[in-house]
């Protein structure tokens, strides 16, 4: 008989449980607070570009001007595509899933990359830049693509938030958009072990490489509990069309036991401090007559999911008016989640390298030991 050792019970969801040491992020979900190596978000928020952000979260400290001219010149230098990635964007399926596509050009990237089977400090911060810089490359072309739009080049002179934007559009946007898509992207960055941050540290623990780890983090990032709910969110919103109508569908849901999306979170027991900033956003890009009913059916959810259950918006709630008032159709909202969180799950992943140990926790098993085998004939 097979030795039963005594295991501790699991906790569901692994709620609370600490499974790594970080100085990346850290969420403060009593207060409402998140911080960035030290630096509370709401000091960042339309202070600082994504940029800056992800030098700080991969190298600890702010950039000075200069450097950050150096920075923003490297990452956009990287902008460029293999021609065999962008031929499998242009192969894919018009209605296809753009998360899907993302995972799987990510995924390929691998193979064209000249660091793409080494594991080096310095492979690494070449990669690094590359994939923070390709990822977006692939979801402006992808949408580019299936549009029928010609995929466009990077504009030197732009930042990444407004360079994003250009390639994704075809236009330079106005200056009131791309400062609001840069602190949105600011707010994406890194959020402690979220799920795909997990699954990125948890991939990198055996060694594979950072594109491996990036198809974990897609993959993960890609459901409704997590990233996938800003898309949700849309839908909802869409479905709803009338505020007068929002009391009668949110009670409806709970009472049929759905979930709301882009309300409640595992950390925050209080407002979420990213949602504060992209609430304030949302009003002030749905002041635009073709977005106002969205601001004000959000408005009417977040009252009543708050007096029936509680419960706060989380950072996919608001996401999803401002992306939709800055013109990215819903579909694309969870790629835009994952260009921003590229950074922290880069960072993430060059923290677990520095210190690595295989991630690999256990279960506690509940199946039977006593079985005996019957032949196959015999079943
Ligand atoms: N709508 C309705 N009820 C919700 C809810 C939501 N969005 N989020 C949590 N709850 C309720 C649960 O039903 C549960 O209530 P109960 O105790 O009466 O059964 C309670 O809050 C705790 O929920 P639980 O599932 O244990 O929380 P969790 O930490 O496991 O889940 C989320 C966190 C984010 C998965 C969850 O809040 C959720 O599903 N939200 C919607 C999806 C979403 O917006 N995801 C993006 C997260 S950034």
């Known amino acids: 008989?097979?030795?039963?050792?005594?295991?501790?019970?699991?906790?569901?969801?692994?709620?609370?449980?600490?499974?790594?040491?970080?100085?990346?992020?850290?969420?403060?979900?009593?207060?409402?607070?998140?911080?960035?190596?030290?630096?509370d978000i709401d000091q960042l928020a339309g202070k600082v570009c994504y940029e800056e952000v992800v030098y700080l979260l991969w190298f600890g400290e702010l950039p000075n001007a200069e450097t950050l001219d150096d920075w923003r010149s490297q990452i956009v230098s990287e902008m460029r595509l293999p021609s065999q990635v962008l031929e499998l964007l242009r192969l894919s399926p018009p209605g296809a899933n753009p998360m899907v596509v993302l995972r799987t050009a990510v995924s390929s990237l691998g193979l064209y990359d000249a660091d793409g089977g080494k594991n080096t400090a310095v492979a690494n911060q070449?990669?690094?830049?590359?994939?923070?810089?390709?990822?977006?490359?692939?979801?402006?072309?992808?949408?580019?693509?299936?549009?029928?739009?010609?995929?466009?080049?990077?504009?030197?002179?732009?930042?990444?938030?407004?360079?994003?934007?250009?390639?994704?559009?075809?236009?330079?946007?106005?200056?009131?958009?791309?400062?609001?898509?840069?602190?949105?992207?600011v707010l994406h960055a890194d959020h402690d072990l979220a799920a795909s941050t997990f699954a990125a540290r948890a991939t990198v623990s055996t060694l594979a490489g950072m594109h491996s780890a990036m198809a974990s983090a897609l993959a993960s990032l890609k459901g409704p509990l997590h990233g996938g709910a800003n898309t949700r969110v849309m839908e909802m919103l869409e479905e709803i069309e009338n505020p007068d109508a929002v009391d009668a569908y949110i009670d409806g849901m709970l009472a049929s036991g759905q979930r709301i999306m882009g309300?409640?979170?595992?950390?925050?027991?209080?407002?979420?401090?990213?949602?504060?900033?992209?609430?304030?956003?949302?009003?002030?890009?749905?002041?635009?007559?073709?977005?106002?009913?969205?601001?004000?059916?959000?408005?009417?959810?977040?009252?009543?999911?708050?007096?029936?259950?509680?419960?706060?918006?989380?950072?996919?709630?608001?996401?999803?008016?401002?992306?939709?008032?800055?013109?990215?159709?819903?579909?694309y909202f969870t790629c835009i989640f994952a260009m921003a969180?590229?950074?922290?799950?880069?960072?993430?992943?060059?923290?677990?390298?520095?210190?690595?140990?295989?991630i690999r926790p256990t279960?506690?098993?509940?199946?039977?030991?006593?079985?005996?085998?019957?032949?196959?004939?015999?079943?």
């Open 341 to 358: 969180r590229t950074a922290g799950w880069i960072a993430h992943m060059l923290e677990q390298f520095d210190d690595n140990r295989l």
């Open 126 to 185: 070449r990669k690094s830049r590359r994939i923070l810089a390709q990822v977006a490359t692939i979801v402006a072309a992808l949408h580019r693509i299936h549009q029928g739009e010609p995929v466009m080049s990077p504009d030197k002179s732009l930042g990444f938030a407004a360079n994003f934007l250009y390639m994704f559009t075809g236009i330079v946007p106005p200056k009131l958009d791309q400062s609001i898509f840069d602190t949105l992207l």
């Open 363 to 379: 279960s506690k098993y509940i199946g039977r030991f006593d079985r005996k085998l019957v032949p196959l004939a015999k079943r």
């Open 263 to 331: 309300f409640g979170h595992r950390m925050y027991k209080t407002e979420d401090p990213r949602s504060r900033h992209l609430r304030r956003f949302s009003e002030k890009l749905c002041r635009r007559p073709q977005s106002r009913h969205l601001a004000e059916i959000s408005h009417n959810i977040e009252a009543r999911v708050l007096e029936k259950k509680g419960i706060h918006p989380n950072v996919d709630f608001y996401s999803a008016t401002v992306q939709e008032a800055l013109g990215i159709p819903k579909e």
């Open 1 to 39: 008989m097979a030795t039963k050792t005594k295991r501790k019970q699991p906790v569901r969801g692994l709620e609370g449980v600490v499974a790594a040491e970080t100085s990346l992020s850290y969420v403060d979900g009593q207060n409402g607070k998140l911080y960035y190596r030290g630096y």
